[in-house]
């Protein structure tokens, strides 16, 4: 056989070796959270998720979701909102199912007007809040990114929407130009970066001036210094700030039978931590964001 014939075969192997290795190592990854979950107590996580070793864990499980979840049309992976009395954004019917984490993006979003602007998301996970704002609030262009290469792939076939598209990229290291975009969108996926302020300041530098960042993230209460600190120094102006836990608490209420529904398809040995990252009623999260002992934000910042 030539040496032609026999690379393809070879490439493969080693393709095969390397994505099983991904497999174990993103598996491996989400045991070991799966364990943390279950076992530490909630304050203790808080601690250890202030070690950016521990976030570049985490963000290692998320292809794991992606594959597990692969058939359950989970398009959205965040907390959601709900407040009182009840929004009531109209939705499609097709949306209905995935209201609340839908609110939590029209909230972030709406804080500025992104008709006909360039819009960047970082952090798209499933893709979910990428097509409800490119199909409702109608902005120029809608890029939305990902460190998880197989939601990107996910999402690109999920949804096909003209000027949407998905790009795999670190929040970190962001591969855009300076000032390519008007506003930047980023929701519940902050607290899985190892250097939060490296994030602002890509934040800052792909924003044009007088472009927004529309934000929305938790962190437990040992974190919160720090996490003020950083917004603080970020070079953009805070335009507005609000404690959410309350919305979050009641749109985890309203969400949890239809997660526990989906918990109960899983196998069995990722019922518990499936309920706690659920955030379903009773879970350990749930209770820590009713007690205050973590805190949910919504933020918007202008860039002078
Ligand atoms: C809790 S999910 C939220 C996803 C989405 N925003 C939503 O609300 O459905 C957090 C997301 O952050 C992504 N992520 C983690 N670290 C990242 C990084 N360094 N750069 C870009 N995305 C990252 C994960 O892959 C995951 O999709």
């Not at 959601?80 to 839908?102: C, F, H, K, Q």
């Not at 979910?128 to 990107?152: C, E, I, K, Q």
């Not at 518990?272 to 009623?281: D, W």
Request: positive net charge; charged residues 20%.
């Amino acid at each position: 056989m030539s040496l032609q014939y026999r690379r393809p075969a070879l490439m493969k192997t080693l393709g095969g070796a390397v994505l099983a290795a991904t497999k174990t190592l993103g598996g491996a990854a989400f045991a070991a959270i799966a364990a943390l979950v279950a076992l530490v107590p909630t304050a203790l996580i808080a601690r250890l998720w202030q070690n950016p070793f521990a976030k570049k864990l985490a963000a290692r499980c998320y292809p794991f979701f992606t594959r597990l979840l692969a058939d359950e049309e989970v398009l959205f992976l965040n907390w959601a909102y709900e407040e009182d009395p009840p929004m009531a954004v109209p939705l499609a019917a097709s949306d209905e199912p995935n209201r609340g984490s839908i609110q939590l993006y029209h909230r972030t979003a709406t804080q500025a007007d992104l008709s006909g602007k360039r819009v960047l998301e970082v952090s798209c996970g499933h893709g979910g809040g990428a097509s409800y704002l490119t199909r409702t609030l109608r902005p120029a262009s809608y890029t939305a990114l990902d460190l998880n290469a197989a939601a990107v792939d996910f999402c690109r076939k999920r949804h096909n929407l003209p000027g949407l598209d998905f790009v795999h990229g670190d929040a970190e290291n962001l591969p855009f130009a300076d000032q390519s975009f008007d506003a930047v969108v980023n929701v519940e996926a902050s607290h899985c970066y190892p250097q939060f302020a490296r994030f602002l300041a890509e934040v800052a530098r792909v924003l044009r001036p007088a472009g927004h960042f529309l934000y929305a993230d938790f962190r437990p209460r040992e974190g919160i210094a720090a996490w003020e600190a950083a917004l603080a120094d970020a070079p953009m102006r805070l335009l507005s700030e609000r404690v959410i836990n309350a919305e979050v608490v009641r749109a985890m209420e309203k969400n949890s039978q239809r997660y526990l529904d989906l918990i109960d398809r899983l196998p069995t040995f990722l019922h518990g931590v499936g309920r706690e990252l659920a955030g379903v009623q009773g879970s350990r999260y749930y209770r820590a964001l009713q007690r205050g002992e973590f805190s949910y934000r919504m933020y918007s910042f202008a860039k002078d």
